[in-house]
């Protein structure tokens, strides 16, 4: 239901019309904003909705990559995690956000990167409520990312460092690299 | 100069009271207040009369009480703005403005999806801006 919405941004996106663009983000805010308020009703404890929407999240982002390597043919293989942590920035956040963040906080060993947000489609108007200190609204973006760099063989941890909703300074992603997947035959078949 | 401005909503429940007075009086300020809130309640009946003649959101002065000024402002869904001023400094182009800033935040402040329409607006934010916007206009 939710990917419903982000086809349909997509899709008024092709038709270079800036106006047609502009309504549909109020719309899709909005409505991830119910579905927000809706976990909120729904579920007692902020870790469990964290919980719920990075599931939801997951389950976009593995959908989700098909979309965006048909969508942009022209990029080829990433040769190292570098270049995927481009890719995922420049074309992934571009194409489905229409926000680029920057790339900052690389660690020693090339593993670790964060993405920093100046402003995030997300939380246009909203305000967290006082009784939902550990929420975290737009977890459903860690969410999209481990699901769309698991399908290209790569298992990564996602967590949020800074959220501007809660009064830090900006919105800051961590991106930890753990392994390469191999695909692995499924039992029983040999 | 004292203002005592309130949002109502469908019920007739406030959503948002502020008091924008000159200087705190102990005592006096209390009665002063009830007398304010009891002057806007009593006015609200005016207000949706009056919102039936024109077809315009802003109602001008609806009702006046000794030396208070009632003025009204109606949204597109039906929530009254009252303000109870005692000041005649105040022009109608003054109040129209404050009250469509007010309007504006107030819409911000609708399209929080934690935010329920009808009831008590908690938001801080929401009422330090108003208490700007009070101050610039009033």
Known sequence: RFFFFFEMARQQHSRVQQDLRKVSGELFSLTYGALVAQLVRDYESDEEINRQLDKMGYNIGIRLVEDFLARNVGLGRCYDFKSTAEVLAKNGFKTFLGVVPTIANWDQKQEEFSLVLEQNPLTDFVELPEDHPELLYSNIICGVIRGALEMVQLDVKVWFLQDSLKGDETTEIRVKFIRKLEDAVPAGED | ?138
């Open chain 2, 1 to 138: 100069m004292t203002c005592y401005f309130v949002i109502v909503g469908h019920n007739d429940n406030p959503v948002f009271e502020m008091d924008v007075p000159k200087a705190a009086e102990g005592s006096k300020t209390e009665d002063r207040r009830h007398l304010t809130q009891f002057v806007a309640h009593a006015a609200l009946d005016l207000v949706d009369e009056a919102k039936w003649q024109h077809g315009n959101l802003f109602l001008k002065t609806v009702d006046r009480y000794n030396d208070l000024t009632v003025t009204g402002f109606v949204t597109a869904s039906q929530m009254r703005f009252i303000l109870v001023s005692d000041s005649s400094r105040n022009t109608n182009e003054n109040l129209r403005s404050f009250f469509l800033e007010v309007y504006e935040l107030f819409i911000k402040a609708l399209l929080n999806p934690f935010y329920t329409p009808n009831t008590p607006i908690s938001s801080a934010n929401f009422k330090k801006k108003v208490q700007q916007a009070a101050k610039k206009y009033l």
